[in-house]
């Protein structure tokens, strides 16, 4: 792979920010402006807002997503072994199959202590 | 040249994010600056023939660390320790004085020599051609075999770790 | 390109492959088993570690490289594991009846000591730079939860946190040198790494000096040496006691069997270039160590200025360089495993929850009431300080020897006058016991037989290697000849 081929990505890029640069540039020049109290708040007609959007987090999705991340790094270790698993054979196979069962011993007492709960 | 074009880009973009990263009073406002810089940095990576490399950085870096980056700046919830930013003249003074030492001397080497490693089993130009992915792959599940078992060893140990740290009832 | 399958060698990782199962086997019985059952998980530990401890044994001897060179099986890894592997099972006695009384008493506790064992022992045994990392990363992510275990003490976590980060940091020195030294050599393989360092005509390739110099911070901090050693008091003090014992010898020899292995081995052509960095580690670490230590006031806390000391007088040792100073390292951190450990057990039984204990003058007079547990204290002070017939004496005699043989005479006195400032303080400890009277009324001890057990494992080998050194020495010895 040449780094040309990744031109239509890197065109891609540039028009979307492009795009998104110029619409919030056109109508801050081509809007009208007038605040009044009303427009500022979230939700024009409904409830009114209480407090702060600002709240702290529970430290449960912390957890959760700590394990994402681990479990996503062992995912990220599976595009490689599958691009050269009918090369490996049997021996790929085993390997993997080593690598996925200790993390699965992870997993299995991630089950069982509860963590995946919302507790 | 649109090659050492894009380099230039992508590193002059790298290192203002990077910047604005620690000059940031609002945590979120970091942690996006910090997504940009991450993004640049697959950028780069993509330059050094490095596809794969620059994948995991977007999917697992941009991706993943991020989203966990920008909950635990939530889980803090850092109203009140916002308007206590730490300032110490003299820190500052010679935190400056030191950085631009190292820069000097930095600068310095660079002037002086050029700095040429060895090359190794596999040049960009020939990860060009045979796939960076595939390279990866067969060194990762053959030479590598065994640190690639002992990576799935120490995320087990992230594990017990992070649920030991942070469950509420263990 | 044609995919060449590495041949396996089951046998050359054996004792982590023991202790890799054992700990997944706890791990899975900690959730699983009914909570009676789960009460046999530190024994089950002990079973591994000593299943380990044999299989090391009937290794001796043997050598082989694999995994396509990214394991070696040697005296020197064998040597490095029976120390793991005596620091852990003496933590895991040490620590039975002090979570329960603690309240923290999980069976994953004992899974992270076993799997910190773990990458101990691919450190020690490590010969790829790639190995060094992975092994130094699954002990320290270990032992920065083990020091935060005791969730509910602010102090714990505090240790945790303050331990994680600047670990964390110096890792990426670590990982910057490896990569520096890759960029140079265009090998992580010590062996390749070595062959190519000696064939290089000029070693002033800056890439390979930078990588060198940032490999030494990355060591230094995990063993703790001066100016890397600032984490060191505060992650002692707060860490739950069974765990600053367990790290203040297994991180320390772990690190000074990578450090020994890349530096005498690998990049032993560049010895000109990084002796004098040694040198100088080593001379700050002695003294700024054995100084401070003085002032201190909490014993957990002088213990760790004391441990900060005891890498310097290893750092000695290193300068030394030739046939002696290695083996003396070898001894040395032997002889530092049973008396650190040793004394960190006295702590804990002296200790108890809500009465800690761990004010120096909490134990003037303990000797009236305690005579027993006074003079094993005293033993392992001895040995801390150098005192004949202990192992610390023996030791510190072969590492000075070893500096003045190799012409460091000036190194071999400044570490002399330190060994002679640090009697100050471990005898006050002694003197505090034996001499004064008691500042308060003491609590009835209970000591657990698993602890007592430790405790004379413990005194048996201080006691031991310093009295019929030369065998253990010549162990050493044998264990160095993969460096040579």
Request: charged share 10%.
């Amino acid at each position: 792979m040449m780094i040309t081929d990744y031109l239509p990505i890197f065109i891609f890029l540039v028009v979307a920010v492009g795009f998104a640069l110029v619409t919030i540039f056109l109508s801050s020049i081509i809007g009208k402006r007038k605040i009044t109290p009303q427009k500022m708040i979230p939700y024009e007609c409904g409830m009114d807002p209480i407090g702060q959007a600002r709240k702290p987090f529970s430290v449960k999705f912390y957890i959760i997503a700590m394990l994402f991340i681990i479990f996503d790094i062992e995912a990220v270790f599976l595009y490689p072994w599958a691009v050269i698993f009918k090369e490996l054979k049997i021996f790929g196979l085993v390997e993997m199959a080593i690598f996925i069962a200790i993390l699965l011993v992870g997993f299995v007492y991630v089950w069982k202590k509860g963590a995946l709960e919302w507790e | 040249m649109f090659e050492t074009f894009l380099f230039v880009l992508l590193a002059v973009v790298t290192t203002i994010a990077a910047i604005l990263v620690i000059v940031q009073r609002n945590p979120v406002a970091s942690a996006i600056y910090l997504i940009i810089t991450l993004f640049c940095l697959a950028g780069i990576y993509l330059l050094l023939s490095a596809p794969f490399i620059a994948v995991i950085q977007v999917l697992v870096y941009a991706g993943a660390i991020m989203v966990l980056f920008l909950f635990v700046i939530m889980l803090l919830n850092l109203e009140k320790e916002k308007k206590l930013i730490y300032r110490n003249r003299l820190q500052k003074v010679l935190g400056v004085f030191l950085g631009g030492v190292l820069l000097a001397q930095i600068g310095m080497i660079f002037s002086s020599v050029l700095l040429e490693g060895s090359k190794g089993k596999f040049p960009a130009e020939k990860v060009a051609a045979l796939g960076n992915t595939e390279v990866v792959a067969r060194l990762l599940f053959t030479d590598f075999l065994l640190p690639f078992e002992i990576v799935s060893v120490l995320l087990l140990v992230a594990i017990v770790g992070a649920i030991v740290l942070a469950k509420k009832q263990i | 390109m044609n995919l060449v399958i590495p041949e396996i060698n089951w046998s050359a990782i054996g004792p982590e492959l023991t202790l890799s199962i054992t700990a997944m086997v706890l791990l899975l019985l900690s959730v699983v088993a009914s909570p009676t059952a789960r009460r046999a998980i530190p024994y089950l530990s002990l079973l591994g570690i000593a299943f380990a401890l044999l299989l090391c044994i009937s290794l001796w001897g043997k050598s082989a490289y694999a995994f396509n060179r990214m394991v070696v099986l040697d005296n020197y890894a064998l040597f490095f594991k029976i120390i793991f592997l005596i620091t852990t099972a003496l933590t895991v006695l040490m620590s039975i009846r002090y979570l329960k009384e603690q309240g923290y008493e999980h069976g994953e506790y004992y899974v992270l000591i076993l799997f910190a064992a773990v990458g101990m022992m691919f450190m020690a045994s490590a010969a790829d730079l790639i190995i060094v990392f992975l092994g130094l990363e699954t002990f320290s992510l270990a032992i920065y939860v083990l020091a935060g275990f005791f969730r509910a003490q602010p102090k714990s976590i505090e240790s945790s946190l303050k331990y994680f980060l600047l670990g964390a940091f110096s890792t990426g020195f670590l990982l910057y040198g490896i990569a520096l030294i890759y960029g140079a050599t265009g090998t992580t393989n010590l062996k390749g790494i070595y062959e190519f360092v000696s064939k290089a005509p000029a070693l002033t390739d800056p890439l390979l000096l930078i990588g060198m110099g940032l490999l030494i911070v990355g060591f230094g901090f995990k063993v703790a040496s001066v100016p890397f050693h600032m984490w060191t008091p505060d992650v002692y003090e707060g860490a739950p006691t069974s765990i600053t014992a367990f790290m203040s010898v297994g991180p320390k020899a772990a690190g000074f069997a990578a450090f020994l292995r890349v530096f005498l081995y690998a990049l032993s052509p560049l010895q000109t270039d990084w002796i004098w960095i040694l040198w100088v580690l080593a001379v700050l670490t002695m003294t700024l160590g054995n100084v401070v230590a003085i002032a201190q006031k909490n014993i957990k806390r002088m213990l760790a200025y004391s441990s900060i000391a005891h890498a310097g007088y290893i750092l000695v040792a290193m300068v030394a360089a030739d046939e002696l100073g290695t083996a003396s390292v070898l001894y040395y951190m032997l002889a530092y495993a049973f008396m650190n450990l040793g004394a960190f057990g006295v702590i804990i039984l002296f200790g108890r929850k809500g009465e800690e204990n761990v004010n120096i003058s909490d134990y003037s007079g303990m000797a009236a009431k305690y005579p027993l547990l006074a003079a094993v204290m005293a033993i392992f002070m001895f040995s801390l300080a150098g005192i004949p017939p202990t192992a610390g004496f023996v030791g510190k005699f072969y590492i000075f020897s070893a500096a003045v043989k190799a012409g460091y005479i000036g190194l071999a006195i400044i570490g002399v006058l330190n060994s002679a400032l640090s009697v100050y303080f471990y005898l006050r400890i002694t003197v505090m016991m034996y001499m004064r009277s008691p500042e308060k009324e003491f609590a009835k001890l209970e000591p657990s037989p698993a602890m007592v057990i430790a405790l004379i494992i413990a005194v048996f080998g201080t006691l031991q290697i310093g009295i019929t050194p030369s065998h253990y020495l010549n162990l050493a010895k044998q264990s160095i000849l993969a460096l040579m």
